[in-house]
T-cell receptor, first 114, second 110 residues
Framework: DVKVTQSSRYLVKRTGEKVFLECVQD?????MFWYRQDPGLGLRLIYF???????EKGDIPEGYSVSREKKERFSLILESASTNQTSMYLC?????????????FGSGTRLTVV | QKEVEQNSGPLSVPEGAIASLNCTYS??????FFWYRQYSGKSPELIMF????GDKEDGRFTAQLNKASQYVSLLIRDSQPSDSATYLC??????????FGSGTRLLVRP
């Protein structure tokens, strides 16, 4: 089974802090994604990567950046956390066929910014 | 703006009944379609994917696709209380990004 591991299940951070959310997958998947999920808004794509050192903006990249230095690791960075970034963050990965067989999600990180 | 629309529900069915979940999408270039199940407080779990028009069956689940009508559905036969969850429809757009609907909450009454 593909495993996508997110480093923290719950995080509480202060406004203005720099926040790092880590995601590691163990099945040599080429593609990795970061979504946030909010009630009534569904899952929204923040950033994605189809290869090491490659990154593409999703639908809501403002206030976020990413890093993919190794194939198995995709990090989401909140440069200066704000309360409107309080959300559930979900990392996902998929095979190099552009994910035609679907994504596998990590267990999520619930971030609260106070 | 590419969209995937689902009725938020809740859809309430008795145990043993067929639950029918529906989804429409706006991008005619979409090629791949997915159903995810999400229990409260958990992450989405892939149930099925379908590429071609028609039906695809896997156990108690059947996915149906009609590209001309831009319509995807999921049927759950012999519904069980453990099927109670939010079901997310997702569509891979022409640039290979997965676009999610906001989900339909299903309640199966014992």
């Amino acid at each position: 089974d593909v495993k996508v591991t997110q480093s923290s299940r719950y995080l509480v951070k202060r406004t203005g802090e720099k926040v790092f959310l880590e995601c590691v997958q163990d099945m040599d998947h080429e593609n990795m994604f970061w979504y946030r999920q909010d009630p009534g808004l569904g899952l929204r794509l923040i950033y994605f990567s189809y290869d090491v050192k490659m990154k593409e903006k999703g639908d809501i990249p403002e206030g976020y950046s990413v890093s993919r230095e190794k194939k198995e690791r995709f990090s989401l960075i909140l440069e200066s956390a704000s309360t409107n970034q309080t959300s559930m963050y979900l990392c996902a990965s998929s095979l190099g066929d552009r994910g035609r067989k679907g994504y596998t999600f990590g267990s999520g990180t619930r971030l609260t910014v106070v | 703006q590419k969209e995937v629309e689902q009725n938020s529900g809740p859809l309430s069915v008795p145990e043993g009944a067929i639950a029918s979940l529906n989804c429409t999408y706006s991008d005619r270039g979409s090629q791949s379609f997915f159903w995810y199940r999400q229990y409260s407080g958990k992450s989405p779990e892939l149930i099925m994917f379908i590429y071609s028009n028609g039906d695809k069956e896997d156990g108690r689940f059947t996915a149906q696709l009609n590209k001309a009508s831009q319509y995807v559905s999921l049927l759950i036969r012999d519904s069980q209380p453990s099927d109670s969850a939010t079901y997310l429809c997702a569509v891979m757009d022409s640039s290979y990004k997965l676009i999610f609907g906001s989900g339909t909450r299903l309640l199966v009454r014992p």
